[in-house]
């Protein structure tokens, strides 16, 4: 039997991985983009100078999008198929850049954030699901990771394009930003019609001669056939046994056995201890903490632009390397400098604080930045890169897309109640507020260290094993004659 083909980068899979992190780069385009516009006057004014609880709604609505439409994704995504689910996101991704973009008061701005949130939680609740299901054991975590880096380049294009709006001249600049949000999700949703359906979905479905066309045009090199074969007929022989085990599972059993739910602990908290890093407190409200430093809104913004030049920098280079580190070395040593970082932030605010009328210590300012700056580097480079690989790989393919879905709306939920209760705890309580994610990211590390099972090098199938609920055919079971 012949083996696979060599790794390489620009193989089909990863390409295709690529195109799909369009969904992560509107995630991360969405998502950055209010941040400038929270520090241009234009939009302040035009809003009324909306005060800290209505700023919190305006940013967590996106956050309520996200989680009704990643809790769409279950039934979407199983009964449609990846790509047609991931194609009726990108239309409400466009409708919601349209609204936002025209929005002549405050609510519809905020029901264009619910619209572009809709979109992004289907998205991101089936993209990562799409590539884990078409990719190499060898290759699966960078695959998978590339939507963390198109992540980071969203949000790096939102800041920059803020920075832009803030150098133009012009009351509606703020309008641009939200215009562009239009593009990636009309790009995204038509192209996505030109790739082959998930193999392993179309099995699922019993479209058996489908998925075995849809496997070769994804593996397939001309001089692989032997490798094609037996691994098209393991990756049968696994489904049916998964599906001759489990049955057709509803949403109610995930909860009910116990099984499934270790499985869907270990896919949710991952995303969990992402949000509860306080990346998105960060992004979000930067320009909030850099004005307690006294900064005008060109310097906000310029600072917050150099932000958003960490992500991508960091996430490419988690891509030599992700496939090579234990996954549970990755999380424990991130959440471990996460909270280092932010127990260095919490001491220079305190001690150094910035009063309008004192003088500031401009050493302690640049440290405060330099440590905001590592949390967005640690977090692009180890425990974002986690979250897109973990969730798609510790579920069967039955529960995939149900279970992701649940993992999206956990994952939204926290999003949701961090985005809309910082601005008003950093009005209240200042630096004190930092002290949560000194103890949250702690915490974590700790879960991480006990809780969490190692899943590197393993196929979707025998990751099972791990688990322990459903029968594992190996390779070598074929060629014994299974």
């Known amino acids: 039997m012949q083996s696979a083909s060599p790794k390489h980068w620009l193989s089909k899979p990863f390409l295709t991985s690529l ?24 939009f302040l004014v035009y809003f009324g100078n909306p005060d800290p609880p209505l700023r919190g709604a305006i940013v967590s609505m996106y956050q309520a999008g996200a989680w009704l439409g990643s809790a769409s994704v279950g039934y979407t995504s199983d009964r449609f198929g990846r790509r047609k689910a991931i194609a009726f996101g990108c239309i409400w991704g466009v409708l919601g850049g349209a609204l ?13 954030r619910l619209l572009v949130g809709f979109s992004v939680g289907t998205i991101t609740g089936v993209a990562p699901v799409y590539g884990a299901e078409i990719a190499k054991t060898s290759e699966r975590a ?27 001249d012009n009351p509606n600049q703020w309008r641009l930003g939200f215009a562009i949000q239009t593009i990636p999700a009309l790009i995204l949703g038509l192209g996505v019609f030109f790739l082959a359906e998930s ?12 998925a075995e066309k849809a496997f070769r045009s994804y593996h397939f090199n001309g001089a692989n056939d032997d490798w094609c074969c037996t691994e098209f007929y393991v990756m049968q022989l696994n489904i049916a046994e998964e599906i001759q085990a489990q049955g057709r599972l509803s949403w109610g059993e995930l909860l009910k056995t116990p099984v499934f739910r270790k499985r869907l602990f270990v896919g949710s908290f991952v995303w969990a201890a992402a949000m509860l890093s306080g990346i998105s407190f960060v992004q979000y409200y930067q320009t909030a903490i850099y ?11 310029l600072v917050s632009g150099l932000y958003g030049s960490v992500g991508p920098v960091a996430c490419f280079f988690s891509l030599f390397f992700v496939d090579k580190i234990g996954r549970k070395k990755i999380l424990v040593t991130s959440s471990a400098l996460l909270s280092l970082s932010y127990m260095i932030i919490t001491i220079l605010a305190a001690v150094y604080p910035a009063r309008p009328g004192f003088p500031t210590n401009d050493a302690a300012q640049r440290g405060l930045i330099a440590c905001i700056f590592a949390v967005s580097a640690n977090y692009s480079a180890l425990l974002g890169p986690m979250t897109w690989i973990i969730p798609p790989e510790v579920f069967t393919t039955e529960l995939r897309a149900k279970a992701n ?15 809309q209760c910082s ?10 507020y930092y002290i949560l994610f000194v103890l949250t990211n702690a915490m974590c590390a700790l879960v991480f260290v006990f809780l969490y099972p190692e899943t590197r090098g393993k196929s ?14 190996h390779k070598e079971d074929v060629s014994k004659g299974y």
């Open 405 to 419: 879905a649940v993992v999206q709306v956990i994952h939204y939920s926290i999003s949701l109640i961090i985005t």
């Open 142 to 168: 960078r695959i998978t990771a590339v939507n963390q880096m198109m992540v980071a380049w969203g949000f790096f294009i939102a800041l920059w394009t803020g920075v832009g709006e803030g150098r133009w």
């Open 100 to 112: 936002m973009a025209g929005a002549a008061h405050v609510a519809m701005l905020i029901m264009g």
């Open 19 to 42: 195109f799909l992190g369009i969904g992560g780069f509107l995630y991360g385009y969405d998502s950055g983009i209010i941040t400038p516009s929270l520090a241009l006057s234009s």
């Open 423 to 432: 601005p008003i705890a950093l009005a209240a309580v200042g630096w004190r």
């Open 460 to 473: 979707l199938e025998e990751i099972d094993e791990i688990f322990g609920d459903v029968k594992v055919i």
């Open 199 to 210: 193999p392993r979905w179309l099995c699922l479905k019993g479209r058996q001669e489908e």
């Open 291 to 301: 004005a307690t430093l006294q900064f005008d809104q060109n310097r906000q913004l």
